[in-house]
């Protein structure tokens, strides 16, 4: 099973056959997807290994699409078909290049830094006196995009980045790792040791006070508050979404960008998933909105905008606008002096879970639990706690934001019924009067 | 491509894929081949045209194993070694003979482009004409049939054919703040879907979300809809697979072993030709059949597959093939096919209305359901009605339905004819149900 060897040249030119006027498009999307999933629990290894392809042309401000699961010469001539509508006379030109390969398969998906790291983190957490059952899954990600549109051909797109699973005492916890080094699992393991302390916890109500977010906890966050409120679709839904610019969203302590190329090395990108080229995309600053997440569709449809940020989880989906690699700009306090400015308050170092009600504007944050401040020190534990307000709000309660950006996960984002990786590169950040209660 | 042609090239590739292994590997190939159009509104009207071609093998070595998923053509998973043996049926457990009665509407055509952009666009009008001011943020409409094939070195070979269509709807009122509401619908054929009962339901929903009052704590009689009764059966279902939860389902049912009412059943049925997924062979090959898990009120079983031997040999219990498949990504696993309630007094939805005298009937469910096995209740949030005297009297939001493990059962008084699936890890489902004695609080 290889990526086909044809010519992306050759696959532009017969889609360039397919616009008939302005703000007509046509593109072809390849892919090659492969992951690797292992347990620690005695189960087998299982991997996945897929490739395809997915045409699409709009026009006439209808989208049609045709997908295949293998990617030959007859497949490619049945979907063009399909998305051209009638039988074209054109006659369709597929190349399949000589020797060279245009992306593939990857190989060793079971490498020695996938299967050590059950192990590794076993041997973590029993450093840390952790004696608990738990369940850990480790999965790494390879996937190859190619696109080739009427107007150009674009470069093949590399992401690899594994995902943890962990099944601890209060509950269900995973995140997204660039890679799986030792230092990771040591943090991996710190965190996972202190989300099962808050298992003999009471879930808390937390009456308005000091918040402050370690930088996991403010990566999942800012992209509950401040990409899924970007993106364009999402503002579409309620007006023109040009009225968002230059509104004041959030605190001007935050001053937040989205860029794919200053992602973690192994999943960076120099292009989105419609071959556009991405772009550093300020979305905030100093608080107030300076550009939106979009992709080609919405950038053809509405003026200003400028594309880069299409995604979608595979062939199978729509490309919608969506953020890849949030950054925010860190400030000069370290997170100890920040944390030691304290008099009484909460520092939140996860969120299991995220989610923003697009209709409503409401943004709502599940922590597993929280450590107590006071004067300045860690003083206790309190148990789930659920942060649940207008993203606005929340945003507007950033008071200060410490020196320390740290690469992270964000986690899988769901929007959409579309499953996608999001990354976030997020120092510690502190918020005044924010309160919580148990979920 | 038919059943034949695919049968044979998993076949041959399971040959193919054992001779590149060593000979004491056991090797399954699943193939699948699927047709599917989604069809949506926004942001733009757009039309997808699907041509799913999936496998997924399974290895089983003296001491390493795996299994491997992908699309085109079949390849060798990663083994690992020292991991638990993924155990394949032998051809003697998959021999028994078993057929399916003629399933319905498996050979109609997809929605074509026009059709199904056209339904879509009918429920947004009939949405504004019920509720002014509401409209579709979203409407996702698809349609698609599949043909799967099972061909193992073992010998076994296993066929199916399914035909599904689903629908996944979020609208908002004329004002946002009120929240937009989801619904989510499946069935055979997409043509089976009427657009202006949904289009009202979506409205039904709007409007008890824009002016429904928040219910009084009362404990009182209620009509739960298919769509209540089956997330509370889904929520259930996991102590009637397998033997692990069953001490569970023991407890709630006490020393008599009564679960319910002597008029009950709690069935699982692959074979149900109205269901969503008939099918005569689980993932696996394996023959399945129908089992009755509460039989008029009294605990009987719960679902029982291949690995549960020991368990079903101490009260002679059948076992039935149960292993299914719901992705060609994902390992065959026990689930229940067609899990439902059955309740021999069915009249129709408005007569069980009408014997409510005062309560609620409870026509959805607003968010996920907790529960809590070991004190034996469960909570749903839930919107519907307040009926006074055969009519609605209010419109309720932001209730939440507190019941009882050990009695909701006991007190159920009748049922419509009115089952309907919920597609999860298998379709789970229930006719609407009057029940007595429900705890309604607000929150």
């Known amino acids: 099973m290889t990526f086909p060897r044809f010519e992306p040249s050759a696959v532009a030119r017969a889609l360039g056959y397919l616009p008939e006027g302005p703000g007509e498009f046509a ?102 006196g952790f004696g608990l059952r738990y369940r850990a899954t480790f999965l790494r990600h390879h996937r190859e995009v190619l696109v080739a549109a009427s107007e150009f051909c674009g470069r093949v797109q590399r992401e690899t980045f594994y995902s943890v699973e962990l099944e601890l005492p209060g509950g269900f916890w995973g995140t997204l790792l660039p890679s799986l080094g030792e230092g990771v699992t040591e943090s991996l393991a710190d965190l996972a040791a202190e989300f099962a302390r808050y298992a003999e916890c009471r879930p808390a109500v937390v009456p308005p006070t000091t918040v402050v977010l370690g930088p996991q906890a403010a990566a999942v966050f800012l992209h509950e508050a401040v990409a899924h409120t970007l993106e364009v679709d999402t503002l579409a839904a309620s007006g023109d979404p040009r009225a968002a610019l230059g509104m004041a969203l959030a605190s001007p302590a935050l001053t937040v960008f989205d860029d794919p190329e200053t992602a973690p090395r192994a999943v960076r990108r120099t292009s989105d998933d419609e071959g556009m080229p991405v772009v550093r995309r300020c979305l905030l600053r100093r608080g107030a909105v300076e550009q939106l997440i979009a992709d080609r569709f919405w950038a053809e449809k509405v003026d200003g905008l400028i594309p880069g940020a299409g995604r979608r989880a595979d062939r199978s989906y729509l490309p919608g606008p969506r953020s890849y690699h949030l950054e925010v700009m860190p400030g000069e306090e370290s997170p100890q002096r920040l944390l030691s400015s304290v008099a009484e308050g909460i520092y939140v170092p996860l969120f299991v879970k995220g989610q923003l009600d697009s209709v409503r504007g409401t943004c709502r944050l599940d922590a597993p639990g929280a450590l107590q401040i006071q004067n300045g020190e860690i003083s206790g534990r309190l148990g789930r706690c659920r942060f649940q307000a207008p993203a606005a709000d929340l945003l507007g309660a950033v008071a200060e934001v410490a020196s320390d950006a740290q690469v992270t996960g964000a986690g899988w984002c769901a929007k959409s019924d579309q499953r996608l990786p999001v990354w976030a590169t997020t120092p510690t950040l502190l918020l005044d009067a924010v309160s919580a209660r148990p979920w | 491509m038919d059943t034949g042609d695919l049968l044979e090239e998993a076949a041959a590739a399971t040959a193919r894929l054992q001779s590149a292994a060593s000979t004491t590997s056991r090797i399954e190939t699943y193939l699948k081949k699927g047709r599917s159009r989604t069809f949506s509104l926004e942001p733009a009207a757009s039309v997808v045209h699907s041509d799913e071609l999936g496998w997924a093998v399974r290895v089983h070595a003296e001491r390493e194993a795996g299994f491997g998923c992908g699309s085109g053509t079949p390849r060798m998973p990663a083994l690992s070694a020292g991991a638990a043996p993924l155990a394949l049926p032998t051809l003697e457990e998959t021999q028994a003979r078993v057929s399916l009665p003629p399933v319905r509407d498996l050979d109609a055509p997809l929605l074509s482009e ?18 002014p001011g509401a409209r579709l943020l979203r409407g996702v409409l698809e349609d698609g049939a599949s043909l799967g094939v099972v061909a193992s070195s073992e010998g076994v070979t296993a066929s199916y054919r399914h035909r599904v269509a689903t629908l996944k709807l979020e609208a908002v009122g004329a004002d946002p703040q009120y929240g937009g509401v989801f619904l989510a619908a499946s069935a055979r054929s997409a043509r089976s879907f009427v657009a202006s009962s949904v289009a009202r339901r979506l409205a039904d929903r709007l409007a008890i979300a824009e002016s429904g009052i928040s219910p009084e704590a009362s404990t009182c009689r209620a009509v739960l809809s298919p769509e209540v009764a089956a997330a509370v059966l889904e929520s259930l279902a996991p102590i009637f697979v397998g033997p692990e939860h069953w001490s569970i389902a023991r407890s709630l049912a006490g020393s008599e072993a009564r679960w319910g009412v002597s008029e009950l059943s709690l069935i699982d049925d692959p074979h149900l030709t109205e269901g969503l997924l008939p099918q005569a062979r689980d993932g696996e090959g394996v023959p399945t059949q129908r089992t009755v898990l509460v039989d008029r009120g009294r ?11 020991e368990f079903a040999e101490v009260d002679g219990l059948p076992l039935s093939g149960c292993r299914y ?109 009057l029940v007595e004695g429900v705890e309604v609080a607000p929150g």
Do not use: M
Request: hydrophobic share 30%; proline share 4%.
């Open chain 1, 27 to 128: 593109d072809g999307y390849f892919e090659t997807l492969t992951e690797t999933r292992l347990g620690e629990d005695g189960y087998a290894a299982r991997s996945r290994a897929e490739e395809g392809f997915s045409l699409r042309l709009t026009s006439s401000g209808s989208t049609y699409v045709a997908t295949r699961d293998s990617c030959s010469e007859a497949d490619f001539r049945s979907a063009y078909r399909q998305v051209a509508r009638t039988l074209p006379n054109t006659p369709l030109v597929w190349r399949e290049r000589e020797g060279r390969e245009v992306g593939g398969f990857e190989e060793g998906g079971l490498s020695e830094e996938l299967t050590s790291a059950p192990r590794r983190l076993r041997r973590r957490l029993g450093e840390r």
């Open chain 2, 299 to 309: 605990l009987r079983q719960p679902i029982l597959g291949r690995g549960d031997e």
């Open chain 2, 325 to 433: 498949r719901h992705s060609y990504r994902a390992l065959p696993e026990a689930s229940p096919s067609h899990l439902f309630l059955r309740h021999e007094r069915a009249a129709s939805v408005s007569q069980l209305v009408g014997e409510l005298g005062g309560g609620y009937y409870f026509i959805d469910v607003t968010g996920p359901v907790r529960r809590h096995f070991s004190e034996g209740w469960l909570e749903v949030p839930v919107c519907g009605f307040q009926v006074r005297g055969q009519r609605a009297t209010a419109q309720v939001r932001g209730a939440r339905l507190r019941l009882d493990l050990r009695h909701v059962f006991h007190s159920i008084l009748g049922a419509g004819r009115d089952l309907r699936f919920r597609p999860r890890r298998g379709c789970i489902g229930s006719p609407s149900l």
């Open chain 2, 114 to 131: 026009g059709e199904g952009l056209a339904w879509l666009r009918s429920v947004a009008e009939r949405l504004k004409d019920e509720l």
